[in-house]
Nanobody, 122 residues
Framework: QVQLVESGGGLVQAGGSLRLSCAAS????????MGWFRQAPGKEREFVAA????????YYADSVKGRFTISRDNAKNTVYLQMNSLKAEDTAVYYC???????????????WGQGTQVTVSS
C-alpha cells in the first residue's frame, strides 16, 4: 500500500500562487504514476494533472493548462503542484493519487490522500 499526505493548501487572492505537496511512503514510490484531482462542493472529483514515474509523460486538464505545473522529486518521495494565476473557480479540496500507470481517470487510481483545501478569494 502507498500512503499519501497532501499539504500546502490555504487561502490566496485571485491571481496569486500556491504550491501543493504530496508526500508518499510505502512500496516503491518512484515507480508510481501520480495524479492531482480536485473536488468542489456539490461537484464530482475532477482530474487536474498527472505525471509518470519517469516524468516523461505529463497531462493537464484544459482548465489549468498554462497555469499549473506538476512535478516530482523521487529522491524526496514527493509530488508537487505549482498553481499560478489562481482563479475563484480553482477553489476546491485537492487530492493526490497514485497508480502503476499514468491516467487521467479517477476510477483508475488505487491510492488517495486525504486532500488539502485551496480557497481562492475574488
Amino acid at each position: 500500500q502507498v500512503q499519501l499526505v497532501e499539504s500546502g493548501g490555504g487561502l490566496v487572492q485571485a491571481g496569486g500562487s500556491l504550491r501543493l505537496s504530496c508526500a508518499a511512503s510505502g512500496r516503491t514510490f518512484s515507480r508510481y504514476a501520480m495524479g492531482w484531482f480536485r473536488q468542489a462542493p456539490g461537484k464530482e472529483r475532477e482530474f487536474v494533472a498527472a505525471i509518470s514515474w519517469s516524468t516523461g509523460f505529463i497531462y493537464y486538464a484544459d482548465s489549468v493548462k498554462g497555469r499549473f505545473t506538476i512535478s516530482r522529486d523521487n529522491a524526496k518521495n514527493t509530488v508537487y503542484l505549482q498553481m499560478n494565476s489562481l482563479k475563484a473557480e480553482d477553489t476546491a479540496v485537492y487530492y493526490c493519487a497514485a497508480r502503476g500507470v499514468i491516467s487521467t481517470k479517477k476510477n483508475e487510481y488505487d491510492y488517495w490522500g486525504q486532500g488539502t483545501q485551496v480557497t481562492v478569494s475574488s
